[in-house]
């Protein structure tokens, strides 16, 4: 599995694509946060918490697998 997952340490643009996953994971951790927050401040936001929460979990899933 290790070998399959070589497209992450490639690199794009000034970084290697293990770098924009953690970007991408630090901004739907925002967009989780900043979901549940107007959910519990009022009662809206569901699909915005679950956007967010499913991104987070998305970009954990490709990124937890170790490195060479």
Same mark, same amino acid.
């Given at each position: 599995m290790?070998?399959?997952? *070589?497209?992450l340490?490639r690199? !794009?643009?000034p970084? +290697? =694509?293990r770098?924009w996953? @953690?970007?991408l994971?630090? #901004?739907?951790? $925002? =967009?989780?946060?900043?979901?549940? #927050?107007?959910?519990? *401040?009022?009662g809206?936001?569901l699909p915005? @918490?679950?956007?967010g #929460?499913? !991104? $987070? @979990? !998305?970009?954990l899933l490709?990124l937890?697998v +170790?490195?060479r």
């Amino acid at each position: 599995m290790v070998d399959q997952m *070589k497209w992450l340490e490639r690199r !794009l643009g000034p970084w +290697p =694509v293990r770098v924009w996953g @953690l970007i991408l994971n630090f #901004v739907g951790n $925002t =967009v989780a946060v900043y979901g549940a #927050v107007r959910f519990i *401040k009022d009662g809206s936001s569901l699909p915005i @918490l679950i956007i967010g #929460v499913g !991104l $987070t @979990l !998305l970009c954990l899933l490709v990124l937890a697998v +170790p490195s060479r």
